[in-house]
C-alpha cells in the first residue's frame, strides 16, 4: 500500500469521525473493503464473513460493463480506526430482536432508538424509527417509508404509532429534541436526483405530528 493510499484512508476516517450510523448490520460472506465506491478502486483489505459493521452512507453507481444495471455501496465502519465502502448484496442490515416480527417483507435500512420508556413488568423498552425498504425498490433510494414503533404500557407490546409509506427517502435519518419532546427528520430525494428536501416530525407522547416543511 502507497503512502498517497495510507494518506487517503486517514483523511477519510478523520472526516467520518463524527458521523453518526444509519444502522448496524453484518456481512454474509467475505467482500473486498475499498477506499471508495467502485470495483476498480483501491482496497484496503479482506473482510470476513461475520464482520459487525455500521453503515453510514450509501450510493448508487453503473454497474461496469452494464449501463442498465447498477452496484449498491455502503460507507461502513467496522472498527472505529478503519472507514471504507463494501457492496450492499455482501451485508445484511441487523433489525431489532424486539421489533424483528414486525418487519415484513422489508428491510430496516435505517434503525434509531428515538425515546426509552420504563414498563414496571418489561422493564427499559426503546421506541423506534426506521427506514423500510423493499429489495426490489428503486437503487437511488435509501428507504420508501418511515415507521415509528411505540409500546403501550398496559398491553405492554410494541405497537405502530405512525408510519408513511411513498417517500424517496435518503440518509441521513436525523434525530433530536423539539424542546422536551422527540422529533425525527427524514429527507426526501426530488425527482431531479440531486436536490433533497427535508421533513422534521415531532412526538407529543405517542402522536407523530409533521411540522412544516424545512427550506432544502
Known amino acids: 500500500m502507497t503512502n498517497g493510499t495510507k494518506n487517503r484512508i486517514q483523511g477519510l476516517v478523520a472526516s467520518s469521525q463524527n458521523q453518526e450510523p444509519q444502522n448496524t448490520a453484518v456481512l454474509k460472506q467475505a467482500a473486498n473493503f475499498r477506499i471508495e465506491p467502485g470495483r476498480s478502486t483501491a ?3 479482506r473482510l470476513q464473513s461475520g464482520t459487525k459493521l455500521e453503515v453510514l452512507e450509501r450510493a448508487t453507481l453503473p454497474r461496469p460493463g452494464s449501463p442498465s444495471s447498477h452496484d449498491v455501496w455502503l460507507k461502513v465502519r467496522p472498527s472505529p480506526t478503519e472507514i471504507g465502502w463494501v457492496l450492499s448484496g455482501a451485508i445484511e442490515f441487523n433489525i431489532p430482536s424486539d421489533i424483528a416480527q414486525y418487519s415484513e417483507e422489508y428491510t430496516y435500512a435505517t434503525v434509531k432508538v428515538i425515546n426509552r420508556v420504563h414498563d414496571p413488568v418489561a422493564g427499559e423498552i426503546n421506541w423506534y424509527v426506521v ?9 437511488n433510494v435509501d428507504f420508501e ?9 398496559k398491553r405492554h407490546r410494541y405497537e405502530t404509532a405512525f408510519r408513511v409509506k411513498g417517500l424517496r427517502g435518503v440518509y441521513p435519518l436525523e434525530i433530536g429534541q423539539d424542546g422536551v419532546n422527540p422529533m425525527f427528520r427524514v429527507y426526501d430525494l426530488d425527482e431531479d436526483g440531486t436536490t433533497k428536501t427535508p421533513h422534521e416530525y415531532v412526538m407529543y407522547g405517542v402522536i407523530v405530528r409533521a411540522k412544516k416543511a424545512l427550506p432544502s
Open 43 to 45: 482496497i484496503i483489505r
Open 131 to 139: 427506514g423500510e425498504r423493499r429489495p426490489s425498490h428503486d437503487p
Open 145 to 153: 417509508g418511515i415507521r415509528v414503533f411505540t409500546w403501550n404500557m
